[in-house]
Each structure stands twice: as C-alpha cells, then as structure tokens.
C-alpha cells in the first residue's frame, strides 16, 4: 500500500461514518482532487466550491488542518504528483467498491 492509497482509506473510513454511502454519489469522470468543485468535498458537500465552503466541509468532517486533510486524501501537500495520484487512488477504491456492492446484490 502506497502512501496515496493510506491516506484515501483513512478519507473514506471517514466519509463512511459521516455519509455513509457517499461512493454511490461521486461522478467518477468529473472526479478531480486538485479542483474544489470536482474534489470529493466538492461533489459531496459544496455544489460550486469555494474556499469558506471547503474550510466549513473540513471543520464539519473534524479537519482543521492542511496536515489532516492531507492525511485524509483530500488534498495533497507534501506528495509528488499529488492530485494525479489521489484522484486514481480515490477512482480505485470507489470503483472497487461498486464492484463488490454490485457482486453483493
């Protein structure tokens, strides 16, 4: 397990107690980590995307930090190739999740 795929399951352990599931609701082909409308936040939570709204999303998910939204998937400060790679890790696992709700139903 890469660093990318640590922090995006930490995100999604997250997002599962919050909004459990959110990963039906993602349009895998906007998803963008790097753009505030097309992020997870973004297409979860703030329909437009704006800082105060990001800041309000992170405060109300228990992130008050860039370190801890980083450490959650949901931005990328300190990685290489951040927001390329968060978003395919972010793709994966959400696809894989579909893949074993539809195997399941």
């Known amino acids: 397990m890469n660093a990318f795929t640590e922090r995006v399951g930490r995100g999604a352990a997250l997002l599962d107690e919050r909004r459990p599931d959110w990963w039906r609701l993602v349009d895998l082909d ?4 790097g753009s505030p409308c097309d992020c997870i936040a ?9 800082y105060r709204n990001w800041t309000m ?3 109300s998910l228990g992130l008050h ?3 801890d939204e980083a450490a959650h998937g949901f ?9 390329t790679a968060l978003t395919e890790a ?6 894989r999740r579909r893949e074993q709700a ?3 139903a």
Not at 42 to 50: A, E, I, R, T, V
Not at 90 to 95: E, P
């Open 90 to 95: 972010w793709r994966t696992l959400i696809a």
């Open 65 to 67: 930090a860039e370190a």
């Open 102 to 104: 539809q195997v399941t």
């Open 42 to 50: 973004g297409q979860l939570y703030m329909g437009g995307g704006n």
């Open 30 to 33: 906007r998803l963008d980590i």
């Open 75 to 83: 931005d990328g400060p300190g990685l290489t190739g951040d927001y």
């Open 57 to 59: 999303v992170m405060d």
